[in-house]
């Protein structure tokens, strides 16, 4: 097999950590603490993470990697913005799953709201 993005284990083993240095390196999950904090995410449940019930842990995380990047950027907004993507991809399937089982084409339902507001008939 051909090593690549694609079989990431083995990519990320041979090629991204000799170079990084794997004691020193984000990929270490133990590192940042990521381990522990998706263990007791594990523990939890990632349902509740999904509906806005993180453990504790994630924000520390964050910011340890931002120390470690030497970014002055903080994590005060990260978990909050990371939850509101996770529940926008929710949304989305749910409107994508929802005009597939009721046949409706979002784009030509937007239109033709559109197009009702404006008072115009459609051709």
Same mark, same amino acid.
């Given at each position: 097999?051909? =090593?690549? #993005? %694609?079989?990431?284990?083995?990519?990320?083993? @041979?090629?991204?950590? #000799?170079?990084?240095?794997?004691?020193?390196?984000?990929?270490?999950?133990?590192?940042?603490?990521? *381990?522990? %904090?998706?263990?007791?995410? =594990?523990?939890?449940?990632?349902?509740?993470?999904?509906?806005?019930?993180?453990?504790?842990?994630?924000?520390?995380?964050?910011?340890?990697?931002? $120390?470690? &990047?030497?970014?002055?950027? %903080?994590?005060?907004?990260?978990? $909050?913005?990371?939850?509101?993507?996770?529940? @926008?991809?929710?949304? @989305?399937?749910?409107?994508?799953?929802?005009?597939?089982?009721?046949?409706? @084409?979002?784009?030509?339902? &937007?239109? *033709?709201?559109?197009?009702?507001?404006?008072?115009? $008939? #459609? $051709?």
């Amino acid at each position: 097999m051909v =090593d690549s #993005p %694609t079989n990431s284990s083995k990519y990320h083993s @041979d090629h991204l950590l #000799p170079s990084l240095g794997v004691e020193n390196s984000p990929l270490n999950l133990s590192f940042l603490g990521l *381990r522990a %904090t998706v263990a007791l995410q =594990d523990l939890v449940g990632w349902q509740a993470f999904l509906e806005g019930c993180p453990v504790l842990g994630w924000q520390e995380t964050q910011q340890q990697f931002y $120390s470690w &990047i030497g970014s002055c950027s %903080t994590c005060a907004g990260w978990l $909050s913005q990371v939850i509101c993507k996770a529940w @926008d991809f929710a949304w @989305d399937q749910w409107k994508h799953w929802n005009g597939t089982l009721h046949g409706v @084409d979002q784009g030509i339902l &937007i239109g *033709r709201t559109v197009l009702t507001r404006l008072s115009i $008939s #459609p $051709s």
